[in-house]
């Protein structure tokens, strides 16, 4: 089971590229996230999707847009690199049953901006 | 008060002895309650949910106070393979679940 896949796994950008971190999950979820995860800060949430057709800021939104594009897949774009992006990526999905939101991650992508 | 608060440790321990951890949540409306693990380099992972009445899961035991609006972690004969970060995990809030930073957890041999 591929569960939540995320591509690149690492790369490298030169200040003020762009790029686009793909994710997809096979699950069937409604719900996916895209976190960012720096030394000390732990998990913060950039966007999310309650389901198709719908996007929402999270903790820390700019210099990020999102797209989903269906169901299975949730892009997250730079549209212009700084070296405060340098982070680790992590894409989630979930299925929210009533109260209880389990959520699934990729294995991360490791984003370094020169 | 952060919404969710862990001691980041590291908590260094040796192999066979028992290590507990808890989490502090300020939201009195929180309903659900996990712990993750967060292995280096590598995602994190559902490690157990938490239950009102407290469960285990072989030699994991998670227990949950809402009078005190705190979650505990106690691992039990602690093995190498335990090492690791411990993200607590706590929600929902407008649909989202909120991770503390995680506390660090080292084995010694």
């Known amino acids: 089971n591929a569960g939540v896949t995320q591509t690149p796994k690492f790369q490298v950008l030169k200040t003020g590229q762009s790029m686009t971190l793909q994710c997809a999950q096979d699950?069937?979820?409604?719900?996916m996230y895209w976190y960012r995860q720096d030394p000390g800060m732990g998990l913060r949430l950039i966007y999310y999707?309650?389901?198709?057709?719908?996007?929402d800021k999270g903790e820390v939104p700019n210099g990020y847009n999102v797209s989903r594009l269906n169901k299975r897949e949730f892009s997250l774009r730079l549209e212009s690199a700084a070296p405060s992006q340098t982070s680790v990526y992590f894409c989630?999905?979930?299925?929210?049953?009533?109260?209880?939101?389990?959520?699934?991650f990729g294995a991360g992508t490791r984003l370094s901006v020169l | 008060r952060k919404e969710v608060e862990q001691d980041p440790g590291p908590f260094n321990v040796p192999e066979g002895a028992t290590v507990a951890f808890n989490c502090t949540y300020s939201?009195?409306?929180?309903?659900?309650f996990f712990w993750y693990r967060q292995d280096c380099r590598k995602e994190p992972k559902l490690l157990m949910s938490?239950?009102?009445s407290g469960n285990e899961d072989g030699r994991f035991t998670a227990q949950l106070n809402r009078a005190s609006q705190y979650i505990s972690l106690l691992i039990r004969d602690s093995k190498l393979s335990d090492s690791a970060t411990y993200l607590c995990?706590?929600?929902?809030?407008?649909?989202?679940?909120?991770f503390g930073k995680g506390t660090r957890l080292h084995i010694l041999p």
């Open positions: 938490v239950y009102s």
């Open positions: 989630a999905s979930s299925e929210l049953q009533g109260n209880w939101n389990i959520q699934y």
């Open positions: 999707s309650a389901s198709e057709g719908t996007t």
């Open positions: 939201n009195s409306a929180s309903q659900s």
């Open positions: 699950m069937n979820h409604n719900s």
């Open positions: 995990v706590v929600g929902p809030r407008d649909d989202k679940i909120i």
